[in-house]
């Protein structure tokens, strides 16, 4: 993603004279507006079982590397 970021930057200050235009601005904003707009299905159930979902992570990294430890083969097996 960042990537692309980065790409479109650059290619928007090297085209600067087609890109800083009022109609293409336009454009690029309602681009983002349909973006944000399209993405809400995903965003709001997210943000209600984030708000509203009591979850408890009770396992650290220690015990998943201390069972795989007592569970894993030596080197020299």
Known sequence: MEM?????VLLCIVVWKKTFRRETLRVYGLAVLETIVLNLYFIIPFL?????????????????????????AYICQ
């Open 4 to 8: 692309v970021v980065f790409v479109l």
């Open 48 to 72: 209600d079982y984030y708000l509203n979902v009591d979850v408890n992570i009770n396992n650290t990294v220690d015990n998943v590397v201390q069972h795989n430890q007592f569970h894993g």
